[in-house]
T-cell receptor, first 116, second 114 residues
């Protein structure tokens, strides 16, 4: 597609359920990032992939959060045993590794997760 | 750690007014600086950027100058339009062996009244 695609756009989960959020980056983009945006706040970094390698997961808030990108394209963010504090918008961004395009991240519209 | 402090909102202006949204940063290295905009119902979009001191980023009538001496990157526009109503985020990147994660401010909601 032309941009970063995320699905679902909205997800309602009962506390304790597992959820999986999908991100389709722009074709050919090497780098992929996940961010968490709480209501009224700026996005906060969760994790970073370069191709299929997860090079930084320092932002994941607990071991209930897990991300993968097995073929270096589509990525999935999984949250196990969801808690109310997990309610937020989850943003995915991708970027093309080149000198000219360096540092520009393109964002998807996000998945709004509500945990009841 | 690295951080971005943004002017708190919300900000409400009349059409054609002058806009300034303040942004200052704290960083251990030499960051690249960005302004992203989030229109209602849409994803974050890059508005402008600057990668070194004294660089000026500009786009759609918006400007921001990278001021190393004051660690600032204030966003300005001379005459705002209703279509500029959105949430604006100041952000930085410290390049760290390819992991160019963005550090964002809390955002400033801008509303332009006709």
């Amino acid at each position: 597609g032309a941009g970063v695609s995320q699905s679902p756009r909205y997800k309602v989960a009962k506390r304790g359920q597992d959820v999986a959020l999908r991100c389709d980056p722009i074709s050919g983009h090497v780098s992929l990032f996940w961010y968490q945006q709480a209501l009224g706040q700026g996005p906060e970094f969760l994790t970073y992939f370069q191709n299929e390698a997860q090079l930084d997961k320092s932002g994941l808030p607990s071991d209930r959060f897990f991300a993968e990108r097995p073929e270096g394209s589509v990525s999935t963010l999984k949250i196990q045993r969801t808690q109310q504090e997990d309610s937020a918008v989850y943003l995915c961004a991708s970027s093309l590794e080149s000198v000219l395009a360096k540092n520009i991240q393109y964002f998807g519209a996000g998945t709004r997760l509500s945990v009841l | 750690g690295d951080s971005v402090t943004q002017m708190e909102g919300p900000v409400t202006l009349s059409e054609e007014a002058f806009l300034t949204i303040n942004c200052t940063y704290t960083a251990t290295g030499y960051p690249s600086l960005f302004w992203y905009v989030q229109y209602p119902g849409e994803g974050l979009q890059l508005l402008l950027k600057a990668t070194k001191a004294d660089d000026k980023g500009s786009n759609k009538g918006f400007e921001a100058t990278y001021r190393k001496e004051t660690t600032s990157f204030h966003l300005e526009k001379g005459s705002v339009q209703v279509s500029d109503s959105a949430v604006y985020f100041c952000a930085l990147i410290i390049s760290n062996f390819g992991n160019e994660k963005l550090t964002f401010g809390t955002g400033t909601r801008l509303t332009i009244i006709p």
